[in-house]
């Protein structure tokens, strides 16, 4: 391993604990070594891929045990990369969090669809998700036929087995491993925890000997803003239909310390004033509510009281828009 950069990452900041001379901040552990008869110690990046939907965000916050990426039951929720790791006395698993793979009907879409393909390139293990509840269709074979030019490991996990009956699990589970040539095929439930620890196992099983890649205590190393932003528009989403959910974009402008309380003031965007409109609802009471629950995860997330103040601005088009989509972090 040449010191490779953290999967899925954009900018070349320079990764904690990378595999090139990461002693310090690794801890130091020695490469594939430890006590004859233990097993060695294995760390690694894999990633969920799938269609929009398919429950990735949720089954990675399932297994890291923290809530780390947002989700919704829109399609499309995920959009930015997140990395979360999970860390075993033998091993740690980096997750790195991926937006469903899609026919993409916008800039911000082809933008999306690209960062998932270079994860997919720098990842050990990949994880196809496919849902129990819903036939496998032309999307997952799509997917699937791209990930066999791949290097990595590709398992396919059939999410969210409490929708449906055994006889169901079964059927699927059939079809799925038709689909292609998986190293494994494991079900799995995300809200029942069924399975959950078991495809941990697998697929730490599937992660090069390496020393530790991060320090002991670090969840993330993804700017707290992105992960600010991101709660934000999770609550944004939150009874909102129609394009709309894909119009809202949320950027934190800043974020002051004072005493006890952080002040954090955020621009939810949308791509007209209709739905401005519709966001801040009548007398902006959608709004407050939205910054209510925000408020409360932002604060579980940081461990201080926040204080938070959100604007909507519209900017026209953004999803298209090249100008607009770096503005917006894409
Ligand atoms: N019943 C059940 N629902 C689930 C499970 N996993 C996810 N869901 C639901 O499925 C919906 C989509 O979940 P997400 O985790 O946001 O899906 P995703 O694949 O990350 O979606 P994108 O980010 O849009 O690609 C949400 O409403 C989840 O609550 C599961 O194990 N069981
Ligand atoms: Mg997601």
Sequence with gaps: MTGRPAAGRRDSRPAAGRRDGGGAAAGGRASGGGEPGKPPYRAGFACFVGRPNAGKSTLTNAIIGTKIAITSNKPQTTRHIIRAVLHRPESQLVLVDTPGLHRPRTLLGERLNDLVRST????????????????????????TGELAELKATVMAVVTKTDLVDKRRLAEQLLAVSKLGEFAEVVPVSAVSGHQVDTLVDVMTGYLPESPQLYPDDMLTEDPEQVLIAEMIREAALEGVRDELPHSIAVVVEEMIPEGQLMKIYADVYVERSSQKAIVLGHQASRLKQVGITARQQIEELLGTRVYLDLHVRVAKEWQRDPNQLRKLGF
């Design 120 to 143: 997919w390139s720098e990842v050990d293990v990949i994880g196809l998700c496919i849902p129990a509840n819903e036939p496998v269709g032309r999307g997952d074979r799509f997917i």
